[in-house]
């Protein structure tokens, strides 16, 4: 594979004198450097932020999920160890923890409150979807360049790209319910976005692609037509394809929620030895566990151990046993020679299935919870209406900077700058914005955000 190729970056860049760092590790020291890493720290990973210092947001999640991601490389450098294509294609340890540390930077502030909330505020304006909002974010916001964002490198770019297929090539409107005339009275289960980039960035992605043949670019975009299991509704169209280091941080993204958020849940009694053994030690799902070589009793035994390092041991297990599944194998994707779209990390069927179990446990117990959707319907309420103040007099309530590139926006995409605005604001600065505009207290013109 030629790697030069994957080193480059959309606006060229003179090399500082006497640089030692690879491409990679540039990567990775822009992104740990960014304001858009550090407001991970304030924005909802699943439980709402203030009430403890203890669980996870955004930002720990994202750095476990690169703690995982460099481990299943390891692994597969390991497991893979006769293969030279295969050792060659793998990403070095840098690549790998700035994809992971990238990957969620587009999320809004309220986790998916907020994503359908402003999904629903630029229905008529190219959408909103948190994955194509963090490639928009490398791509063209950060202000690390004037015009090109971080400026990535070009297979770090590719990494992040989840979704290689653009909200308009995605979208079926039959997938959206009914927006009422009060807009955060819409049930976010009919207004979730389709898993895209968005259209803006198109060609951010067609530099991305250009190495590939055109045949591979041709397959790799394509979608296939989705439909809900139980009603046979139309759903969004969803890309097929990904790329190999996208693959690996996605597995190390699930592993991360389903045993993370887990650990998080039980510490704080969202999660009990009975729903444990509702979802996982019946006769219909223990088997998920025999299949994995272990018992479904013991790891709940050591999960709800009133000792803490008991429970972590025990997650650290689950973590390696689920790392220990994965391989690379051949995507499958026809006329494919680049190495990066030949072959993906994929987990096996047994470990995946426990896997996702657990998940479910923690969607059903704790995502799903009256608390946490309450807390989740009042943020989509709240980013709603800031949006509709913001944009009914965009000149008298944006910042001065944000401003600036409204009034030079195109009449088209006005409304994006907006969007931009408060997609990346934290879960308390969007509160104190929406107090300040909204709220009758007294205020003064000196309260800092």
């Known amino acids: 594979m030629n790697m030069s190729i994957w080193e480059e970056r959309r606006f060229e860049e003179q090399a500082k004198e006497h640089e030692v760092r690879s491409p990679w590790e540039r990567d990775y020291a822009r992104l740990v450097h960014s304001a858009a890493f550090r407001r991970l720290q304030s924005k909802t990973q699943?439980?709402?932020l203030g009430e403890s210092d203890f669980y996870r947001t955004r930002l720990t999640h994202s750095i476990e999920v690169a703690q995982i991601g460099v481990g299943i490389v390891r692994w597969l450098k390991s497991k893979h160890a006769d293969s030279l294509e295969i050792i060659e294609a793998l990403p070095p340890s840098a690549l790998m923890n700035s994809i992971c540390f990238a990957h969620d930077i587009g999320h809004p502030p309220f986790g998916h409150g907020g994503e359908v909330a402003l999904n629903v505020c630029m229905r008529d304006y190219g959408g909103f979807e948190g994955n194509g909002q963090t490639l928009r974010i490398l791509a063209k916001l950060d202000k690390y360049t004037?015009?090109?964002g971080m400026n990535q490198t070009r297979r770090m770019m590719l990494g992040i790209l989840k979704y290689p297929a653009t909200y308009s090539d995605t979208i079926s409107n039959e997938a959206y319910g009914v927006v009422p005339n009060q807009l955060w009275l819409c049930k976010a289960s009919e207004q979730k976005p389709p898993k895209c980039y968005l259209d803006d960035e198109r060609d951010v992605v067609d530099w991305i692609l250009q190495p590939l043949t055109t045949i591979e670019r041709t397959k790799f975009i394509q979608t296939e037509e989705k439909y809900d299991k139980e009603t046979k509704a139309r759903k969004h169209d969803k890309p097929i394809h990904k790329g190999l280091d996208t693959s690996i941080m996605e597995l190390a993204d699930d592993i991360s929620y389903?045993?993370?958020d887990l650990e998080d849940a039980i510490a704080l009694g969202l999660v009990t030895r009975t729903g444990w053994n509702e979802y996982c030690e019946s006769d219909e799902h223990k088997n998920l566990f025999t299949d994995c070589g272990l018992d479904a009793s013991h790891v709940g035994n050591e999960l709800f151990s009133e000792a803490s390092h008991v429970r972590k041991k025990c997650i650290g297990g689950l973590?390696?046993?689920?790392?220990?599944?994965i391989s690379v194998v051949d995507t499958g994707l026809s006329g494919a020679t680049t190495s990066l779209l030949k072959w993906n990390a994929v987990m096996e069927k047994a470990p995946r299935k426990m896997m996702d179990r657990i998940g479910d446990l923690v969607r059903d117990k704790v995502i799903k919870s009256p608390n946490v959707q309450q807390l989740e319907f009042k943020g989509q309420k709240l980013v709603m209406e800031?949006?509709?103040?913001?944009a009914s007099d965009p000149e008298r309530l944006l910042p001065a900077s944000t401003l600036l590139?409204?009034?030079q926006a195109d009449k088209t995409r006005k409304m994006r700058v907006i969007c931009d605005f408060i997609s990346?604001?934290?879960d308390e600065y969007a509160t104190r914005m929406y107090e300040k505009i909204y709220h009758p207290?007294?205020?003064?013109?000196f309260d800092r955000l």
């Not at 973590?319 to 599944?325: A, D, F, M």
């Open 258 to 260: 389903s045993l993370h």
């Open 424 to 426: 990346g604001m934290t």
């Open 46 to 48: 699943v439980l709402g």
């Open 319 to 325: 973590v390696h046993k689920l790392i220990t599944s």
């Open 405 to 407: 590139r409204y009034c």
């Open 386 to 390: 800031l949006f509709q103040a913001l």
């Open 146 to 148: 004037e015009s090109y």
């Open 441 to 445: 207290h007294k205020g003064s013109i």
